[in-house]
């Protein structure tokens, strides 16, 4: 099976030839949609670089990966706001630049991190967050640039 695909000079696709649908695939993922016209498929490719797959966490993702590593069971946010110093709104700016470095090693969020409403001890429900197993074992195993584990 071939497909073809061809992309005009302006970013738009005109034709690409591939032999199968998983490197159709692929190819697609390197090449994010830059608008949401109707009817305009343009595309501008992604940087891609050595470098990207060693670059350290940001700092606010190391406060917050620090921070939730240190509670096995996860946080409520109000604490975690409390902890970094923000308001509790401004946990998500931390959380936003975890994912984004997650996904430039092709990590999703759900990989990464868990979030759910738990009650209090005052029944009242809350939003905690926590660090996936799977993201705690990439930290233990040195997969994490930039990363110490305090012991």
């Known amino acids: 099976m071939t497909i073809r695909l061809r992309l005009k000079d302006d970013g738009s696709i005109d034709a690409i030839e591939v032999d199968s649908v998983e490197e159709l695939l692929t190819i697609y993922q390197q090449f994010p949609l830059a608008g949401n016209r109707a009817g305009t498929h343009s595309f501008v490719p992604r940087k891609l670089s050595a470098d990207t797959d060693n670059s350290p966490l940001p700092e606010s993702?190391?406060?917050l990966v620090s921070?939730?590593?240190?509670?096995?069971?996860?946080?409520?946010?109000f604490d975690v706001a409390k902890a970094l110093h923000v308001d509790p709104k401004?946990?998500?700016?931390?959380?936003?630049?975890?994912?984004?470095?997650?996904?430039?090693r092709g990590l999703?969020?759900?990989?990464l991190i868990?979030?759910?409403?738990?009650p209090n001890a005052?029944?009242?429900m809350v939003r905690r967050i926590n660090?996936?197993?799977?993201?705690?074992?990439?930290?233990?195993?040195?997969?994490?640039?930039?990363?110490?584990?305090?012991?």
């Open 90 to 104: 401004g946990v998500g700016g931390f959380v936003t630049s975890l994912t984004s470095w997650g996904r430039r």
């Open 114 to 118: 868990m979030k759910e409403r738990r």
């Open 67 to 77: 921070l939730l590593y240190s509670a096995p069971h996860g946080m409520n946010t």
């Open 61 to 63: 993702a190391a406060r």
């Open 122 to 124: 005052n029944g009242r």
């Open 108 to 111: 999703t969020k759900k990989q």
């Open 131 to 151: 660090l996936t197993d799977f993201f705690r074992k990439m930290i233990e195993d040195g997969k994490v640039p930039g990363m110490k584990l305090e012991t």
